[in-house]
C-alpha cells in the first residue's frame, strides 16, 4: 500500500514538474513572438513616417539642366536638382550646376513643365547658387535646423541620380557623421558637411536631404561623394541669411571680413593645436579685419556675444551681420584675449 501511495506521489509530481516546465516555454515563446510583433510596427512605423516626409517635399524638387564652357571651349552640358524655396519662383541647387556662368539653364518641375530660370546668387567656396524662375503656384520646401541634427538620426535624399531618367529618387539611410571637412580638389577645402549613407549619386547634387518631420537640414552635394555608402550634405543654416535677402531684396551681398579661417577639424591638415574657436591662416592686407587689428594666428571666440566654433558658425554670424554692419570679435591674440570691432564689406 505504501509503495502504491509512493508511486502517486512520483507521478503527480512529475506532472507538477512537467506542467511548470511547459508553462515556461509558453511564456517566453509569447514573450519572444511580442517582441517580433514590436520589432515589425517599429519598422512598418519609420517606413511610414520615411514615405509621409518624401511625399511632403517631392513636389518642391526640380531637376536642372544648364550648359557652360569648360577651359578647353567646349560646351558641356550639367544635369543636377535643386529645391524651390520660395513660392515666387526662387530655387536653390549646387553652385556647380548652375551658376552666374552658365547659359541656357532649364528648370524641370513637378507637373512635367520645364521652364528657363536665370541665377540670382552663387558662392563657389560653398557650392551654393539660387537661380529664378517665372511659374505659379509654386510649393516651397520648409527648412528645419541643421545644428540640432544628431549622428544616428534618419536621413531622406531625393534628386535625380544619373540624369533625368531617374527623377526624383528617394533613398534613406541615417546621419553618419556631423561636422565633417573634406578636400575637394588640392587645397580647397569644404567645411562642417553632414554626412550620410543615404545614397547620394551624380545628379543628385543640389537636392535636399530631410528628416523623417519633412524638413530641409541639407543640400547634398556629389561634388564632395568619395565612396560608396559615404555622401555629403551641406547644411542649411549657411544659406537661411541669404534666402532672407533674396526674398526680402531681391540680391544678397556676400559680407567678407578678409580673413582664410580654419576650425579644430582641420588641426590636422594645419599642423596647429587650438581648442576651440576659428584659427585666422591668413589675413589680406587692407581688409576690415586687418583694419580693426586682427591677425594671422589669433583666434575668433565669439561675434556679438555668440560663441563660435566651426567655421558655418563664422559664416552664419557674418551673413546676418551683412555689408556696412559693424560686428563686436572677441579673439585669443599673441597678447591675450581682445576685442576688434570690423565692418564687412562686400565681396568683389
Known sequence: MKKFKLIICTFLINALLISGLTGCKTTTSKINNNETANAQNN???????????????????????????????????????????????????????ANAGSNNITVSLYNGKDTSAKPVWSQPSLDLSIIKINAPNLTPVKFGDSSKVRIGENAIAIGNPLGL???????????????????????????????TDASINPGNSGGPLINIYGNVIGINSAKVSSAEGI???????????????????????TPVMGIVGFDKSMSGYLNTNFDRG????????????????????????????KNITTVNDLRVALYNTGVGNTVKIRAI??????????????AS
Open 231 to 253: 555622401g555629403f550634405s551641406i547644411p542649411t543654416n549657411i544659406i537661411k541669411p541669404v534666402i532672407k535677402s533674396i526674398k526680402e531684396t531681391g540680391g544678397f551681398k
Open 165 to 195: 531618367n531617374f527623377q526624383r529618387t528617394v533613398t534613406s539611410g541615417i546621419i553618419s557623421a556631423v561636422n565633417r571637412t573634406i578636400e575637394v580638389s588640392e587645397g580647397t577645402f569644404m567645411e562642417d558637411l553632414l554626412q
Open 278 to 305: 576659428i584659427y585666422i591662416y591668413s589675413v589680406s592686407s587692407g581688409s576690415s579685419a586687418y583694419n580693426a587689428g586682427i591677425r594671422k594666428g589669433d583666434i575668433i571666440l565669439s561675434m556679438n556675444g
Open 333 to 346: 591674440t599673441s597678447s591675450g584675449e581682445k576685442d576688434f570691432n570690423v565692418t564687412p564689406k562686400a
Open 43 to 97: 519598422t512598418a512605423s519609420a517606413n511610414s513616417q520615411i514615405t509621409t516626409a518624401a511625399e511632403k517635399v517631392m513636389p518642391s524638387v526640380v531637376s536642372i539642366t544648364a550648359t557652360y564652357v569648360d577651359n578647353n571651349g567646349n560646351t558641356v552640358q550639367g544635369v543636377g536638382s535643386g529645391m524651390i524655396i520660395d513660392s515666387n519662383g526662387y530655387i536653390l541647387t549646387n553652385n556647380h550646376v
